[in-house]
Nanobody
């Protein structure tokens, strides 16, 4: 089984930064496609960023391009999301997800970590 545990959420002022981390256990971490999603009450869960199994590609939702950076750390077995220039509309629960075979939908999800950006 694959387990994902997010951390790093919290309260930050607009324009500030946070670094989220997702600890992945089980299976072969280096082979997974890893993604971040976010969700707010009454809204659909949306894709935020993803990174390929070999760090060979990264994809971002348009609203976070240039502000967020996704990366993986093979040694620490984590996928991280560096968030800069945070805006109130970034407020959401952020979830880590793993795609084991490169096919949609995602195969495993973490429980989420809350990010609140105050204006």
């Amino acid at each position: 089984q694959v387990q994902l545990v997010e951390s790093g959420g919290g309260l930050v002022q607009a324009g500030g930064s946070l670094r989220l981390s997702c600890k992945v256990s089980g299976g072969t971490f280096s082979m997974y496609i890893l993604s971040w999603y976010r969700q707010t009450p009454g809204k659909e869960r949306e894709f935020v960023a993803g990174i390929g199994g070999s760090n060979d590609f990264a994809a971002y939702e348009d609203s976070v391009k240039g502000r967020f950076t996704v990366s993986r750390d093979i040694t620490k077995q984590t996928v991280d999301l560096e968030m800069k220039g945070l805006k109130p509309e970034d407020t959401a629960v952020y979830y880590c997800a793993v795609d084991l075979d490169g096919q949609s939908p995602e195969d495993y999800w973490g429980k989420g970590t809350l990010v609140i950006v105050s204006s």
